[in-house]
């Protein structure tokens, strides 16, 4: 397991979603090293939209079929419910 002792919250998720990845067989690849042929089903990080970089992409098959974002969570107070 991962020290997350000097970790940030959104860190300690992306850790936690790389496991998860994994455990279902998906080959987690950095943008800088794209390899669409290392395996049937990929996930990329910081992959660039159109928009702006998307903390992952998952591809089958060369095609996209996910974005995540890990966002920072906020606590829902009186003055900030919708």
Do not use: W
């Given at each position: 397991m991962t020290q997350t002792n000097?970790?940030?919250p959104?860190?300690?998720v992306c850790d936690r979603i790389d496991q998860e990845q994994r455990?279902?067989?998906v080959v987690i690849l950095d943008n800088k090293k794209l390899d669409f042929?290392?395996?049937l089903g990929?996930?990329?990080k910081e992959y660039q939209t159109e928009v702006t970089p998307a903390d992952y992409v998952s591809?089958?098959?060369r095609k996209p079929v996910r974005i995540i974002e890990v966002k920072k969570r906020v606590r829902?107070?009186?003055s900030n419910r919708c």
């Amino acid at each position: 397991m991962t020290q997350t002792n000097n970790l940030t919250p959104e860190q300690i998720v992306c850790d936690r979603i790389d496991q998860e990845q994994r455990h279902a067989g998906v080959v987690i690849l950095d943008n800088k090293k794209l390899d669409f042929s290392a395996t049937l089903g990929i996930a990329i990080k910081e992959y660039q939209t159109e928009v702006t970089p998307a903390d992952y992409v998952s591809f089958v098959d060369r095609k996209p079929v996910r974005i995540i974002e890990v966002k920072k969570r906020v606590r829902r107070t009186k003055s900030n419910r919708c």
